[in-house]
């Protein structure tokens, strides 16, 4: 690419030299003359990853600045004691992000979107203006780079090919490259997004960490470090403490302090937040540990020279602030766009490098877990208790079109999790095991029956070759381990286990292929909408999301899942152990290969729809509701007139149907008596959501057999008659009228192709990220050619795996 200069231009004088700013270039920013940052249009969305590539409903619609409109960014060079400021580098329309200064302190790293394109990459550009050269390309988004200390680059990259669990944007994990943009490596497994990643003085690695498996979706982001080949990942500091986003963390000079913007909740556009001093001698969980610099407005990027010396952006401004809560504006941005990424322009010493200690060849790594029962949040389990360790992996989304869990759960797992077996836990609670490379794994802790002990609610992962060590479950960390047999852990005595697959069982469960079949042996025939006893029905007919079956196992309390709640849940409260489905198809005696079934859906996070191709993309999801509104709103006069009477808002039994209802909710976790998440359901004996939400009362497979219909009509006309007899036979007029509005619905729901119904088919968001990962052929027809959606997602799976990996024995197929 051909060099560029551009000519100095005094586009905005700075503010006058406040006391802090001249305190500070006489102390922490001496060596400090000129600074860079660059402006850029605020994006749309509201949260603070959302800011690359586009939507996965519409390829056409944007995420990144300026939402596919020309941007107005610059890169800008200020020197702060003469008030001289250039323009680097014009963008013209097109965007530029993440500016970081190289050790020689002249060549500035940045993430580059040249007008009329839509992919951000790396790129470098001298101090004065010249030597503008790319370094990274192809069709994905490189952003937030850093230098590490052997003058490679760690950077954020959408080349995982995933998209985020809950939004309909796509996922950036860490990958690293040398300054030719070759060798590129990925060293992270989060199937959600890294990011903001910075070196440490030790150097490794300190970034954000996004995650929630089987926990609240947004309440989880923390910081995090690792080595810079993606070893040792360790929290550096908040996974036990929820609500909000730490992001853009920077080590503070001659420190062992770190600062990072504390963005509220789950996050704000631009990581506005508040700058917060961050110290590890107290642990990772010391919420006193954390000390904010400022108060009122919100700022982002902050950059330390000193605890008392940090500068930060604020809208359109460059501000100082001097530890005690004073916010001092130095520069004054007059032209479009906010003000980003400020940088000293100062050469720096390199951090201590780290030796590599992943080998590429390698498809495995290793796992020691010294006692598990050193462990916060066990009580009432005894030695010896744990046998085993159930290892699985949380599977990344090739699209994803909705903020909840869609059609993969309801209100619970936002991921599928594949099952990779099992390994033993010594009498001292040691293990010593074999796993996969480069995958997202994590565990369950069972007991000699096979029954759930304690669920881990986050995810580990090692690199090829690695070994990795942890003392137990969410053990302190603030204290060395114990070993109380006194000597070498059991495990260290043999060689590593390997993972022991569980025979004959797909590794990714589907509740219509697998689990329906099995409740259709042993529950429908007493569970039914002619006897429903229990008022339970558990056949597999379909309503406007889920089948009945699904629904109701849920809304009854029959299976215990995270229910997107908060993380480190005591002993036995989710899974195996806490599902009452469990202990109540035990007294049918089924066959073990049907009990190991069950208990193996519901250990994996009990999913509805066992291929990511059953997410409903907008025009589906439209559809439902559509077909939903056949009725609701289509024969509210029937409703009202022969309905309303009982079903009244606030008066039992409640209205119909039941609606979403933000301060019941609220009541429900107030009164579990324990921390709740912020959208977590509390699932209570009586729960009228169970026999009146719109997800049961309307049947789209046998319409007559709709429990909207069935519970006013008389049981001698073959209803329920829980309203008496409404409806005193078939023939009543309004029943007539109701039944024909949901034939329309289920015309609605199949024409959609929707999951679960013999019409289902891929829709094009998914067979076109498929392509577009080389998983189909790029003439692939849906609408002609057969596919296997539970084996596409099996290699989309695969594809993501490091090279060295063949496809293992473990990974069954379905």
């Known amino acids: 690419m051909a060099l560029l200069a551009l000519a100095a231009s005094s586009l905005a004088a700075p503010a006058p030299q406040t006391a802090i700013l001249q305190r500070s270039l006489a102390g922490p920013m001496k060596e400090v003359n000129e600074v860079i940052f660059c402006t850029r249009l605020r994006y749309d969305d509201p949260h603070w990853y959302a800011n690359i590539g586009y939507y996965c409903d519409d390829e056409n619609k944007k995420a990144y600045t300026g939402n596919g409109s020309p941007d107005a960014s610059k890169l800008f060079k200020l020197n702060l004691r003469t008030g001289k400021l250039e323009i680097l580098l014009d963008a013209k329309g097109g965007s530029i992000r993440d500016p970081q200064v190289h050790y020689d302190g002249h060549t500035i790293l940045f993430s580059y979107r040249p007008a009329g394109t839509d992919y951000y990459h790396l790129y470098e550009i001298q101090a004065d203006g010249t030597g503008l050269r790319q370094i990274t390309s192809g069709n994905f988004d490189d952003f937030e780079a850093t230098y590490l200390p052997d003058d490679d680059i760690l950077f954020i990259s959408t080349r995982c090919k995933r998209w985020v669990n809950c939004w309909m944007t796509q996922v950036g994990i860490m990958y690293r490259c040398d300054r030719r943009g070759q060798n590129i490596e990925v060293v992270s497994a989060n199937t959600e997004h890294d990011n903001t990643p910075w070196v440490m003085p030790d150097g490794r ?40 986003v730490m992001i853009d963390a920077k080590p503070v000079p001659g420190t062992d302090l770190v600062v990072a913007s504390f963005s509220p909740g789950h996050g704000v556009n631009e990581h506005n937040g508040i700058a917060t001093l961050v ?15 400022h108060k009122g407005k919100l700022t982002r990027d902050p950059f330390p020279f000193a605890t008392n010396c940090v500068m930060a952006a604020m809208e359109n401004k460059i501000v100082l602030l001097d530890g005690s809560g004073t916010v001092e504006t130095i520069y004054t941005h007059d032209g479009p766009g906010l003000v980003h990424e400020p940088r000293p322009l100062v050469p720096r010493q390199r951090e201590g490098r780290v030796v590599k200690r992943t080998h590429p060849q390698s498809a495995t790594g290793l796992m020691i877990l010294a006692d598990i029962y050193n462990s916060r949040n066990l009580p009432g389990v005894q030695r010896g208790e744990i046998k085993k360790l159930l290892v699985l992996e949380s599977l990344p989304k090739p699209v ?16 599928l ?3 990779l077996g099992t390994v033993p836990v010594e009498p001292d609670g040691s293990a010593y095991f074999e796993v996969p490379a480069g995958r997202s794994l994590f565990f369950v802790a069972l007991d000699g029956r096979d029954l759930s002990v304690k669920r881990m609610q986050s995810f580990t992962d090692v690199m090829p070759g690695e070994t990795l060590s942890c003392v137990g479950c969410h053990e302190q960390r603030v204290k060395t381990p114990e070993n109380k047999y006194h000597g070498t852990l059991m495990a260290l005595k043999r ?126 999801q439209a559809a439902s509701e559509r077909a939903a509104g056949t009725v609701f709103q289509g024969c509210r006069e029937v409703l009202q007139r022969r309905c309303a009477t009982c079903h009244k808002p606030q008066t039992p039994p409640g209205p119909i149907p039941m609606p979403f209802n933000v301060e019941e909710r609220r009541k429900q ?7 709740t998440g912020i959208y ?41 008659g829980s309203c008496g007899d409404a409806f005193k036979n078939t023939s009543d007029a309004d029943y007539r009228l109701l039944l024909d509005a949901i034939k329309r619905g289920k015309t609605i729901i199949e024409a959609s192709h929707r999951y679960g119904t013999p019409e289902f088919r891929p829709n094009r968001q998914y067979v076109r990220e498929m392509k577009r990962f080389g998983i189909l052929p790029a003439d692939f027809n849906p609408d002609s050619t057969p596919i296997n959606v539970f084996e596409i997602d099996q290699q989309y799976w695969r594809s993501l795996w490091p090279a060295s990996q063949p496809p293992l024995a473990m990974e069954s197929r379905p």
């Open 400 to 415: 994803n079109f909705s903020g909840g869990m869609d059609l993969t759960s309801w209100l619970g797992t936002f991921t």
């Open 669 to 675: 976790q107030l009164a579990a008596g324990r921390p």
């Open 279 to 293: 110290g590890p001698q107290q642990g990772p969980d010391a919420k006193t540990a954390a000390r904010p610099l």
């Open 680 to 720: 977590e359901r509390i699932v209570h004996t009586n729960d009228p959501i169970a026999r009146l939400s719109s997800y049961i009362l309307l049947n789209f497979t046998r319409p007559e057999k709709s429990p909207l219909l069935l519970g006013p009509l008389a049981r001698e006309a073959g209803g329920f």
């Open 417 to 419: 999790e594949r099952v």
């Open 495 to 620: 060689p590593p286990s390997r993972i022991e697959p569980l025979a004959n069982l797909p590794d990714v469960l589907d509740f219509h292929r697998d689990i329906q079949p099995i409740l259709d042996r042993y529950c429908t025939s007493c569970h039914n909408y002619d006897k429903r006893e229990a008022k339970l029905i558990l056949c597999g007919d379909i309503g406007p999301n889920w089948a009945h079956s699904y629904f109701s196992l849920f809304a009854h309390g029959l299976v215990s899942d995270g229910r997107n709640g908060l993380g480190n849940q005591p002993p036995r409260s989710i899974g195996s152990s806490a599902s009452r489905l469990l202990k109540i198809l035990e007294k049918y005696k089924p066959t073990p290969q049907e009990w190991r079934t069950i208990w193996m859906w519901i250990e994996s996070g009990a999913p509805y729809a066992g291929t990511y191709a059953g997410l409903r993309n907008a025009e589906q």
């Open 205 to 244: 690695v300190l970034y954000t960490r996004w995650e929630y498996v089987d926990r609240s979706q947004v309440e989880y982001h923390h910081l995090w470090v690792m080595n810079p080949d993606g070893t040792g990942a360790t929290i550096y500091f908040g996974n036990m403490h929820p609500g909000v």
